[in-house]
């Protein structure tokens, strides 16, 4: 059974830094996707950043590239977004996702309803 726990949100004022983590456990795939998701209230879910787990692609947003690191520890089965420059904007639950098995994530990834979620974790950005 695939679980996804997110942690690390919380309340930062504008220009801040968080970073958020993601437990991963149950995955059996060798190579998959796995991604941030965020959803701001009255807002439709917007992929945020993903990677290539198995492989070394990472993808990006528009809106947070420069800004949003993806990355992961094998050991710990983590998935992390290191979020800098933090603005207002940013304010949503921001959830972690898997998807597989892939050798690498699906051109959509930003829009593509993962197989996996977990909880969310909320990030507030106050201006």
């Known amino acids: 059974q695939v679980q996804l726990v997110e942690s690390g949100g919380g309340s930062v004022q504008a220009g801040g830094s968080l970073r958020l983590s993601c437990a991963a456990s149950g995955i059996t795939y060798i190579r998959y996707c796995m991604g941030w998701f965020r959803q701001a209230p009255g807002k439709e879910r917007e992929g945020v950043a993903a990677m290539n787990i198995g492989g070394q692609s990472t993808y990006y947003a528009d809106s947070v590239k420069g800004r949003f690191t993806i990355s992961q520890d094998n050991a710990k089965n983590t998935l992390y977004l290191q979020m800098n420059s933090l603005k207002p904007e940013d304010t949503a639950m921001y959830y972690c996702?898997?998807?597989?098995?892939?050798?690498?994530?699906?051109?959509?990834?930003?829009?593509?309803?993962?197989?996996?979620w977990g909880q969310g974790t909320q990030v507030t950005v106050s201006s």
């Open positions: 996702a898997a998807d597989g098995p892939l050798p690498w994530c699906r051109g959509d990834w930003r829009i593509r309803n993962f197989d996996y």
